[in-house]
């Protein structure tokens, strides 16, 4: 299998044997990665089986190695999206083969718009839960995976013992690349969604089938279209990511400190 295959490569090219975390860093957090630790090995994401190129802008397509304390963590900077015309299994492949690798908790991060009012640019937000409005899955055949508390709520406790301040919503994700409309994001708002982005819904899926357990952190980059009647654009989402940075970082770090 071909998860197997890159988490055999994972373990060759870091030289650990099993990794027990991994943190996707979105668009957005990539600037977050360095307040974590320095990796003791480095992999570019093309090298590994089954890998992509994750062509996102501010996307940095590598894979790092960390120990934090002594917990072996893999941070993945960057994750392929449906809209770069990828295919479920491409997106949701390296969360496979981090959990082939030996990882039992994955944190996943993103950019996402906010919609839910009160919501400030800026703010990381814990996901509740989620709504996939893909049209796809991860999944094939008869693959009835349960989602209720698919986002750990112990571990959405332990991030707010390090931040009390988090407050969570619901995730809506789509598939993009074009940013909602502002009859979209008031549709989005009565359907339930607080949040709104391009990925992370396919991943965790995966993930709960393969028994991993999940946290999922978005930065609200921007509000959602017509919330303030502002343009949006991508440079915003990655600026307000450089400078949320530091604080991210140190979420992440105490989150990881405690697991
Ligand atoms: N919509 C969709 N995806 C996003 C947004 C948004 O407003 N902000 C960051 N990612």
Do not use: C
């Not at 718009?113 to 400030?120: A, C, F, T, Y």
């Not at 996901?127 to 508390?149: C, E, K, M, Q, Y």
């Amino acid at each position: 299998m071909l998860a197997e295959q890159a988490a055999r490569a994972i373990a060759e090219r870091t030289g650990v044997e099993r990794h027990r975390v991994a943190v996707v860093l979105g668009s957005g957090w990539q600037d977050a990665a360095a307040e974590i630790g320095t990796p003791s090995a480095s992999v570019p994401m093309p090298e590994l089986p089954g890998f992509g190129t994750p062509s996102a802008q501010g996307h940095v397509g590598m894979v790092h190695s960390v120990a934090v304390d002594n917990t072996p963590v893999l941070l993945l900077m960057g994750r392929q999206h449906l809209y770069e015309g990828y295919q479920p299994s491409d997106v949701v492949h390296p969360v496979s083969a981090a959990i082939a690798a030996g990882v039992e908790t994955v944190v996943l991060t993103n950019a996402a718009g906010g919609i839910r009012d009160g919501l400030r640019v800026g703010e990381p937000v814990l996901i509740s839960d989620h709504l996939n409005l893909t049209g796809r899955t991860p999944l094939a055949g008869a693959t009835f995976v349960d989602l209720v508390d698919a986002w750990d709520p112990e571990l959405r406790a332990l991030a707010r013992e390090i931040d009390p301040s988090l407050t969570e919503g619901v995730y809506a994700g789509l598939t993009g690349p074009q940013y909602e409309t502002p009859a979209e994001i008031r549709m989005l708002g009565t359907i339930g969604a607080d949040l709104v982005g391009m990925s992370t819904v396919l991943e965790v899926i995966a993930a709960r089938a393969l028994g991993a357990r999940v946290l999922g952190i978005s930065l609200v980059t921007n509000l959602a279209a017509g919330v303030t009647g502002a343009h949006l654009s991508h440079a915003e989402v990655l600026a307000e990511g450089h400078a949320a940075a530091p604080r991210l970082g140190k979420l992440l770090r105490g989150v990881l400190e405690r697991l």
